[in-house]
């Protein structure tokens, strides 16, 4: 790509957006970046230090003192790789209401925003096209049933050796995306403009390669 492009991918937990950011940034050339890896490591520290982020104060001193990066596919909190931490379901749980906390939001999204103003590049999250990336030239939401989403999630699990039940997997997910929708401070919503793909019923390749076709067809 000659010319900047920034792409936005919204969408509830466990609709595929991560995965499929990875392979369209990488089919595009782009640089990823994962935001909602961001909201986690912050949410990392939370339990690490055990910091209540209802405390204005302590909160603030955490956050003063925390240095969250991304690159090279891998999020990074003070110094440390803390890619394989973030995705337990209490880290989710605590990232979920956490990234609802206006300082929190402020200081990744501040970040957030300073990036995509360099590069061509894509963001995926709760609010990118609504908030941190509202002139992007692309927007995506993508979705699916709260059911396909928890199966998704499951399998990941399985995969690092941790067992879950399907229907307390699904109902902490439908609690997630209440929490994610209704908090007054950047919601997770779908921008007016952004494509809607819902990912219940297809392949992760299919789903990328719509994205592509759609992008191509404006930029050649």
């Known amino acids: 790509m000659d010319k900047i492009y920034r792409i936005a991918i919204d969408g509830p937990a466990g609709a595929g957006k991560s995965t499929m ?25 939370l339990l690490r230090t055990g910091t209540d982020y209802h405390d204005e104060k302590a909160l603030g001193k955490l956050l003063d003192t925390t240095d969250v990066d991304y ?3 891998k999020v990074y909190l003070d110094g440390e790789d803390v890619s394989s931490l973030i995705r337990t379901p209490e880290v989710s749980s605590m990232a979920s209401e956490s990234s609802a906390v206006p300082a929190v939001r402020d200081k990744l999204g501040e970040l957030q925003m300073a990036i995509a103003k360099k ?38 699990m399985r995969e690092k050796g941790i067992e879950c039940d399907l229907d307390q997997v699904e109902q902490e997910i439908q609690e997630r995306d209440y929490r994610d929708s209704h908090r007054d401070y950047h919601p997770l919503k779908k921008a007016d403009d952004a494509i809607e793909i819902d990912t219940s019923d297809l392949k992760i390749s299919d789903v990328v390669d719509k994205m592509m076709e759609i992008i191509n067809e404006k930029i050649n």
Do not use: H, N, Q, W
């Open 71 to 73: 690159y090279g596919g």
């Open 119 to 156: 590069r061509s590049l894509l963001m995926d999250g709760r609010d990118i096209g609504t908030v941190i990336i509202p002139d992007a030239e692309f927007k995506f939401f993508l979705t699916a049933s709260s059911r396909i989403r928890a199966y998704r999630r499951i399998c990941e």
């Open 21 to 45: 950011a990875k392979l369209l940034a990488e089919k595009l050339g782009i640089d990823y970046i994962d935001t909602g890896a961001m909201y986690r490591a912050i949410a990392l520290k």
